[in-house]
C-alpha cells in the first residue's frame, strides 16, 4: 500500500494544538467507495478554528483536518464517479468528523462528491472552494428570491473574508449593485477592484440599531452576524431578503419583530454543508460561468501544508484577505 502526507491533528490536552505532517496509508482515512488524488484544498475560517485550536470543530481524533478538496478519481466503486474524472469535495463532516482535505489522498462516499465543471480546474475549483460555493449560495438565495438589479443596493458584511469576496464579485458580475462592508480600509481598493459600488465602515453597524430606520438596501449577505447583522434588518427595504451565513462577528444579536412584519423583511439561513447535491451542481455551474478566476487571483494567496498552522492564525486574527489556497504537494 503506498504512503502519502497529511495534516493530521492528534487530541491534545493544553490548548496548542497537537498537530504534524505525517505519512499514512488509507488506513488512516475515513470510509467511502471513493478514493481522490487530491491536489488543492483551501483554508476557511472553521478549518483556521479547527487547527488552532480556537474553535471546538474537531471532536475525532486523530482528524486530518480539511473542509474541502478537488483532485481526480484514484478508485471508485460508485457508478456515478470514473476514475480519472475531476471532482470536487465540500462539507458533509469532511475535515471536521471525516478525514479531510489537507492530505493528498481523500476517501470519500460518492454523495460528497460533485463533478467539477468543465470550465475549472483542480486549483481553480479551490480557488473558490467552500467560501465561494457559500458566496453563490448566498447569491442564489436573493436570485430564487426573486431579487432584481433594479430592486435597489444589496450589502455584502465580511466583504474582506472569502465568503464575502466571492458574493461581492458574483452579485456585481450579475448587474447588482454591491455595498460591501468593511472593518478593514487596507481593503478598499481591492472590493472596488472586485465589483463594490460602495465601500461601507463596520464600524457604522457597530451600534444599537432603532426598531425600524430608514431603508437603503433591497437585500443583503451577512457573514458576520452579531451587531452588523441587527444594524442591517431595520434597514432592508419592503420585502427584502437577507441571506446570513457567518458568525465571524458573533452568534448573538438582538432584533425585533417590526422589520419582519411591517416591512414584510426575510431573514435566510444558508448552510453549505447540507445542501444538496442538485443545489451544489448549480452553483458550482453558476460560478464557473459567471466569475473568471483572474478575477479572483489578486485575491488569491497560495501556501503549503507547512504554512497551514501559521496562516491559520493570522485568518483568526483577520490579518490575511480573499481566498487561501492550499497546494498540497507544495
Ligand atoms: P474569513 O475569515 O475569510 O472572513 C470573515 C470576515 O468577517 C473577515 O474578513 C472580516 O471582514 C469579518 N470579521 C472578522 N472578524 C469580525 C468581527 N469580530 N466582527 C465583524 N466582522 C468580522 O471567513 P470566511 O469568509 O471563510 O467565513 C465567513 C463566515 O462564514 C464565518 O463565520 C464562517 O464560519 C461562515 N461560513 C459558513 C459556511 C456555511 O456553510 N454556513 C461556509 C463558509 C463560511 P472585514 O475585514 O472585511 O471586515
Partial sequence: MTDFRALRLHKTDTSAPDIAIERLTTDDLSTGNVVIANEFSSLNYKDALAVTGKGKIIRDFPMIPGIDAAGT??????????????????????????????????RVPGSYLVKTPKALDSRQAMQFGTGGLTGMLCVLA??????????????????????GGIATTVLST????????????????????????????????????????????AGAIDTVGGQVLATLIPQIM??????????????????????????????????????????????????????????LEASTCTIGLEQVVDTAGKLINNEVSGRILIDVYA
Fill in 238 to 295: 419592503y420585502s427584502g431578503v437577507i441571506a446570513a451565513t457567518g458568525n465571524a462577528g458573533g452568534f448573538q444579536f438582538s432584533t425585533t419583530v417590526f422589520p419582519f412584519i411591517l416591512r414584510n423583511i426575510r431573514l435566510q439561513g444558508v448552510d453549505s454543508v447540507h445542501a444538496p447535491s442538485e443545489t451544489r451542481d448549480r452553483a458550482w455551474q453558476l460560478l464557473s460561468e459567471n466569475v473568471t478566476t483572474d478575477q
Fill in 174 to 217: 450579475l448587474g447588482y449593485e454591491v455595498h460591501a462592508i468593511t472593518g478593514r480600509e487596507s481593503e478598499h481598493a481591492r472590493l472596488k477592484a472586485l465589483g463594490a459600488a460602495e465601500i461601507l465602515n463596520r464600524t457604522d453597524f457597530a451600534r444599537d440599531p432603532k426598531p425600524l430606520e430608514s431603508t437603503r438596501f
Fill in 73 to 106: 478519481v484514484l478508485e471508485s466503486s460508485d457508478p456515478n464517479f470514473r476514475e480519472g474524472e475531476h471532482v470536487i469535495l465540500t462539507g458533509h463532516g469532511v475535515g471536521e468528523t471525516h478525514t479531510g482535505g489537507m492530505s493528498e489522498q481523500v
Fill in 142 to 163: 436573493l436570485l430564487d428570491s426573486g431579487l432584481k438589479p433594479a430592486d435597489g443596493p444589496i450589502a455584502v458584511s465580511g466583504a474582506g473574508g472569502g465568503v
